[in-house]
């Protein structure tokens, strides 16, 4: 089983649309949780943390779920500049220096 | 803030060449990663350093690749020799601190290799 899952998509949706991205990971040990955004030929930059109680940044908005070890993204009111990869990210072990561990992420398309 | 830099952005190279990787992290981050992407796929740590210490190599395929960051500042990621498979991008990242829970890590703009 791998470390991080994600629905690789695409997802394609209209402009102004809703969407959710889900994610679940294996090691329940994990402290640390992302959302990664990767546009296309460029390098992953942070959209947000995540944190247990849930949070908000604008219309993006980042719930966890330790029970079920599952994290998921909420775009709201899409825009086309949302069109990217959405890679979930859960951090390691202790024993491996809290690495990273990328999902294969989810990719994005926004129309007009 | 000056951000990861990275050289060469590209590199073609034929199989069983050899092929190294620069990367300079943010200036005072202690910790750099190496990472692995395959079209499709989500990076995948290849080596982390702490300083000029490894932190873990676990997924670093030791017969063909190495990585040194002497002096605990500049890395080079090496492979000798390539093969088909490892054409994809490697990148470099940096965190601020030492290895822990919640650290953001800042990536470079990545080399994208392509071995024929």
């Known amino acids: 089983r791998k470390e991080v899952e994600q629905d690789p998509g695409p997802f394609n949706v209209p402009e102004g649309a809703t969407v959710a991205f889900n994610c679940t990971y294996s090691?329940?040990?994990?402290?640390?949780f992302f959302w990664y955004r990767q546009d296309c030929r460029k390098e992953p930059k942070l959209l947000m943390s995540?944190?247990?109680s849930g949070n908000e940044d604008g219309r993006f908005t980042a719930q966890l779920n330790r029970a079920s070890q599952y994290i998921s993204l909420l775009i709201r009111d899409s825009k086309l500049s949302d069109s990217a990869t959405y890679l979930c990210?859960?951090?390691?072990?202790?024993?491996?220096?809290?690495?990273?561990?990328f999902g294969k992420g989810t990719s994005l398309l926004v129309t007009p | 803030e000056a951000g990861v830099a990275q050289s060469p952005r590209y590199k073609i190279i034929e199989k069983r060449q050899s092929v190294a990787f620069w990367c300079n992290p943010i200036?005072?981050?202690?910790?750099l990663y190496w990472y692995q992407q395959i079209l499709g796929q989500g990076p995948k740590l290849l080596i982390q350093?702490?300083?000029?210490?490894?932190?873990?190599d676990s997924q670093l395929p030791k017969d063909r690749f190495s990585a040194e960051r002497l002096k605990g500042v500049d890395s080079t990621l090496k492979i000798q020799p390539a093969k088909l498979e490892d054409s994809a991008v490697y990148l470099c990242?940096?965190?601020?601190?030492?290895?822990?829970?919640?650290?953001?890590?800042?990536f470079g703009p990545g080399t994208r290799l392509t071995v024929l």
């Open positions: 200036s005072g981050h202690a910790t």
């Open positions: 990210v859960v951090n390691g072990a202790e024993g491996s220096g809290y690495a990273l561990n």
């Open positions: 990242a940096s965190s601020p601190t030492l290895a822990g829970v919640g650290n953001e890590q800042f």
């Open positions: 090691n329940s040990a994990s402290q640390s």
């Open positions: 995540v944190y247990s």
């Open positions: 350093f702490q300083n000029n210490g490894v932190v873990d």
